[in-house]
């Protein structure tokens, strides 16, 4: 591979609630499910990101995030997973698709987020990345990513091969791509194939007529556990049985669309692809299916994103308030950092960074992000006290919290015009440059400094008070300590 496998696609996210029935509801006469614990995921092109990631490619996701919390913890998860998100605007609200399960069944699935918003305009550099790619999988759910005209015209001239996974609802897939992967039913119904004929005559006839339609290399139709049908440029299909496998199957179709674009990726033939693919699917679903196949990090119930504790902290804050801003048209402006003690270089900072823009969104470490980045001991004030004192300036518009041990997948989410950092990064003129600077680029986001206020740092203020010395004692101690550190790497007010 010489480039990243690209993941473009709707996602959506994906809750499973785990529960005991124990009695029926007094008023109605259904089950009443007790929950006892819940996962969420990243679904539809997402989670064929995530098992292309899994697999250890590098892995790049383009979809639609909603300004909403759901679009946060999509966020969250796919950076845990390793995929790197592109994120394009999107009206409306995060899909959500909620299964309430009890002793390994479900009971019930409830979907939210009403009708498919309209996905925004793709930056440059995902124009780029598509370009570049070692293999694209076009994930469609429906829900309108794949419409994207900029979008299909990168796909038309990309060199890269290209796997689509089409949608009942979703547009034709895009002339020339490699392979195209609808199950037994999305090629009944792409095709419009009659009723009548045996099982593999009609299979064989919708991949030769979507073939045709779509002018596509190849068409594999997937038949579930008796696997997989290909037609391509011969007059005779291929038909590739599966190993038996019983399990939950949710999910098999994108393990079985990722694991051919990344055997197509590293130059695999497509009946090689083909083959590949049936039987890591067939593995999946004997494995235990989703459950068991995602990395941990992605399985953990506690959500990523923290919220609450006012209605200018959390995801839904956030959102809305970057969501009102990008409606009229304004600049959306980021910071971030542990403000652990809240001092006067802290507000300094936050009061230049609120004047770059219309809205001022910090991003702030939870207290586990900042146990794990300056030890047990910090911070001496919890996430909760730092959220609010942060919130009550009439510089910040918003706080959201989070748990990683860089801002990066909060960014992904948020989408800000601007970051900004208090301190000296690269203003020397060298080669440095802001760590945060790859991720803004993504959208055509920009990076700045603002000086910070000179001898303020949270480090030496503890330790001027541990060791019982006044407030005139800290900023001499910064001023020794910052001596010591070269300009171009010194952290500035945190």
């Not at 309430?100 to 550099?125: C, I, K, T, Y």
């Not at 020339?176 to 992967?181: E, S, Y």
């Not at 299979?203 to 190849?218: E, F, I």
Request: negative net charge.
């Amino acid at each position: 591979m010489t480039g990243p496998v690209v993941v473009i696609g709707d996602t959506l996210l994906d809750r499973d609630v785990e529960g005991t029935v124990n009695r029926l509801c007094p008023d109605s006469p259904v089950p009443v499910l007790d929950e006892t614990t819940y996962v969420d995921r990243p679904g539809g092109a997402g989670l064929a990101a995530v098992f292309a990631a899994a697999a250890g490619a590098e892995v790049a996701l383009v979809t639609a995030v909603a300004d909403d919390a759901g679009g946060a913890r999509i966020g969250s998860l796919l950076a845990a997973a390793g995929v790197q998100l592109y994120g394009l605007p999107l009206a409306g609200a995060t899909p959500e698709k909620i299964r309430l399960r009890a002793r390994g069944r479900v009971l019930l699935r409830h979907d939210r987020g009403g009708r498919a918003g309209e996905a925004g305009e793709p930056s440059e550099a995902v124009l780029r990345l598509i370009a570049e790619a070692s293999a694209v999988l076009v994930s469609d759910y429906g829900r309108g990513v794949a419409r994207q005209p900029a979008l299909r015209a990168a796909l038309a001239a990309t060199r890269a091969p290209v796997v689509w996974d089409p949608h009942p609802r979703g547009p034709a897939a895009v002339p020339g791509v490699h392979l195209a992967t609808p199950n037994e039913s999305e090629a009944r119904e792409l095709a419009k194939a009659p009723a009548g004929a045996s099982r593999l005559v009609t299979a064989a006839r919708g991949a030769q007529a979507l073939r045709q339609r779509w002018q596509a290399g190849a068409v594999v139709v997937t038949l579930g556990g008796d696997g997989a049908l290909l037609c391509h440029a011969g007059s005779t299909p291929l038909v590739v049985p599966a190993p038996a496998a019983e399990g939950d199957t949710c999910g098999a179709g994108d393990r079985f669309a990722a694991t051919a674009t990344l055997a197509l990726a590293r130059g695999a033939l497509v009946s090689e692809a083909v083959q590949e693919a049936v039987a890591e699917a067939s593995a999946y679903v004997a494995g235990g299916g989703v459950a068991a196949a995602l990395p941990a990090p992605v399985r953990r119930a506690a959500p990523v994103v923290v919220g609450g504790g006012g209605d200018r902290i959390g995801a839904a804050a956030a959102g809305a308030v970057v969501a009102e801003v990008r409606a009229a048209g304004g600049t959306v402006v980021a910071t971030g950092g542990c403000f652990d003690l809240l001092h006067a270089g802290h507000v300094a900072t936050l009061q230049a960074a609120r004047q770059l823009g219309d809205c001022l969104v910090v991003c702030l470490n939870s207290d586990a992000s900042v146990a794990g980045l300056k030890g047990p001991e910090r911070p001496v004030v919890p996430e909760g006290d730092r959220s609010r004192l942060l919130a009550a300036l009439s510089c910040v518009d918003a706080v959201l919290i989070f748990d990683e041990p860089t801002p990066h997948a909060a960014l992904s989410w948020l989408r800000p015009d601007i970051w900004v950092k208090g301190g000296d990064y690269a203003t020397g003129g060298g080669e440095e440059t802001l760590p945060e600077a790859e991720i803004l680029a993504r959208w055509g986001g920009h990076t700045v400094v603002v000086p910070y206020l000179d001898g303020r740092s949270t480090t030496d203020m503890i330790a001027a008070a541990r060791a019982g010395r006044g407030s005139a004692a800290w900023p001499a101690a910064t001023d020794a300590r910052r001596a010591a550190v070269p300009r171009s790497t010194a952290e500035g007010a945190r």
